[in-house]
């Protein structure tokens, strides 16, 4: 394994790098939808939850890598300029939002109906009091299953190897294949992974534990 990571290193290091981009821009991107669609669910407007749930369903129950695939192979047809790494994140971002939207409506419904109502009976409009209220409370609550789907999602990341998204994964595999070294080069791949979920593992801990000391509204 170490004759891998040093002969190896700006290659994994390359990975590395495409890696760490698709997990920050599917992290963000999944975040955002997530909160929508889990708005959606439980929005008093039927068409919206109608919605809401439709998303849910079918890319929460459809695998990470037909989603992908279909973005590599399906749509490219539509936008020419969609190449491995964008059609990996695009497919990255939607499977884990239907993930997170979950997580997050689970979060809006654990909080108690009366801080909904006590803020409409303030003149707050419903989207501000899901915003200002409670949001910031589901979003405490959830901190544990956020940081779950987090970790999930830059594990999830090595699905861009099977559309040469010159990930990680990608590099290792190519490694693998030059140097008839497997165990080694996929020892040294788990292992950078590890570099790169444990630190977010444990800043999400950190989180919930600051976060659990604060009272909330």
Do not use: C
Request: net charge positive.
């Amino acid at each position: 394994m170490i004759s891998i990571l040093v002969g190896h290193w700006s290659e994994l290091i390359e990975g590395m790098k495409y890696t760490i981009a698709s997990s920050l821009l599917a992290l963000v991107g999944s975040l955002i939808l997530g909160v929508i669609f889990a708005m959606f669910v439980i929005s008093p407007n039927k068409s919206l939850n109608v919605i809401g749930k439709i998303y849910v369903e079918i890319f929460r129950n459809i695998p990470l890598l037909v989603i992908a695939m279909f973005f590599y192979i399906v749509m490219p047809r539509i936008f020419p300029g969609l190449d491995g790494f964008k059609a990996g994140t695009i497919g990255l971002t939607i499977y884990t939002s239907a993930f997170i939207a979950e997580t997050v409506r689970a979060g809006i419904e654990s909080v108690p109906v009366g801080q909904m109502e006590a803020a409409r009976s303030n003149g707050m409009a419903y989207l501000q009091a899901m915003r200002y209220i409670v949001l910031p409370q589901a979003i405490k609550i959830v901190v544990p299953s956020l940081g779950n789907q987090f970790v999930n999602l830059v594990k999830n990341s090595s699905v861009l190897a099977f559309l040469a998204g010159f990930d990680l994964m990608y590099q290792g595999n190519l490694i693998a294949s030059t140097t008839f070294k497997t165990t080694d080069t996929y020892l040294a791949v788990g292992l950078l992974y590890l570099v790169m979920t444990m630190p977010l593992s444990y800043f999400m801990r950190y989180l919930e534990k600051r976060w659990s000391k604060t009272p909330t509204v």
